[in-house]
């Protein structure tokens, strides 16, 4: 590791905070220097190149270096959800997910925790693991971080959120994301063609926007963008996901209060044609009622039967001998 890519003086994510979360502290991303878990198994929700036939061998990580306000999975970007574990169960995981037949390893929101992870993969594959592996990221990565990225990262999977300045710093609270995710992908690009073992995905990019409501010229920006710098070299991925945030702290007023409308989806879809892209995958929208929150306080944490979980916080790590209840002190 270079001295940047370090949880000392941490300039991991964009955010650059700058603690020494060697000492205890925290930052923006709410984690200190232990790799800490929520929920890892088979997930079949992802794109059907990342699912191949096997499903996707997910691994959840508690924190965020962005946190949206609107994150649907809330409960680990500001609630920090999760156990803290360490490298040699980090490695376990990896092989669990390889021996239950997993396509990849799917490593989600893992920038704020890459030395572990780097280190945790090495491990993984000095004890056998064959498997790509999968990063699953906002883009909000520093440039000298795929100097580690490079060294064990086989599939991209970053989402690119916004090309307004202005938006990124409501969504978010930072308006240099579009400039440095924009970098970022095109630094994933550069490094990784698309290649495919039959169905699977095994070396590439796919970049993910998830359309917001009432903000369709901030899709058509992404879009743009995609077809003008990536077009021929990535896939695209459109989600339609977006659920207001609920009672999970303040919510702005308007179009935030609301999913996204079949009008909206049609004219989505649309701005596909208009700019040419047709390599990639557009998602469903939920129907009426549907929800795909997951709940990460749960073992059986996705709805729909979208995962089977194989490794869970709530539980104990194997081998973990139970503490013996204390009992109060006193004659008779």
Not at 39 to 62: D, K, M, N, Q
Not at 259 to 278: C, N
């Amino acid at each position: 590791m270079t001295a940047r890519v370090s949880y000392a003086r941490c300039r991991l994510c964009g955010r650059g905070c700058g603690v020494d979360r060697t000492r205890g502290q925290k930052g923006f991303c709410g984690a200190g220097s232990r790799l800490r878990i929520a929920w890892a198994g088979i997930h079949r929700g992802e794109e059907p190149v990342i699912c191949g036939e096997g499903g996707s061998g997910a691994i959840f990580l508690s924190g965020c270096g962005l946190r949206c306000f609107f994150c649907q999975n809330y409960q680990l970007s500001r609630e920090n959800l999760g156990r803290d574990t360490d490298i040699r169960e980090f490695a376990d995981i990896c092989l669990m997910l390889q021996h239950k037949g997993a396509e990849n390893i799917n490593i989600v929101t893992g920038t704020h925790f890459l030395p572990s992870l780097a280190e945790g993969i090495r491990e993984s594959k000095k004890r056998g693991l064959t498997k790509p592996v999968v990063w699953n990221s906002s883009g909000y990565e520093q440039a000298e971080c795929f100097s580690v990225l490079d060294g064990f990262v086989d599939i991209y999977l970053p989402d690119l959120k916004t090309l307004d300045a202005s938006l990124g710093g409501f969504m978010f609270g930072v308006s240099d994301y579009p400039r440095s995710a924009a970098a970022a992908i095109k630094k994933m690009a550069a490094s990784r063609p698309l290649r495919y073992e039959g169905s699977s995905l095994v070396s590439g990019l796919i970049v993910r926007h998830l359309v917001l409501p009432g903000l369709p010229e901030n899709t058509r920006a992404v879009l743009a963008w995609f077809a003008e710098n990536l077009a021929g070299r990535a896939l695209v991925s459109l989600m339609f996901q977006y659920s207001p945030p609920g009672g999970k702290g303040p919510v702005p007023k308007g179009e935030w209060g609301r999913t996204v409308s079949p009008e909206e989806y049609e004219k989505t879809l649309a701005m596909l044609d208009e700019f040419g892209i047709e390599d990639g995958f557009v998602q469903e929208p939920p129907g009426n009622g549907e929800s795909r929150l997951p709940d990460f306080s749960s073992r059986d944490a996705f709805p729909g039967g979208l995962a089977r979980p194989l490794w869970f916080h709530g539980e104990k790590r194997p081998g973990e001998r139970p503490r013996a209840r204390a009992r109060r002190m006193g004659r008779g």
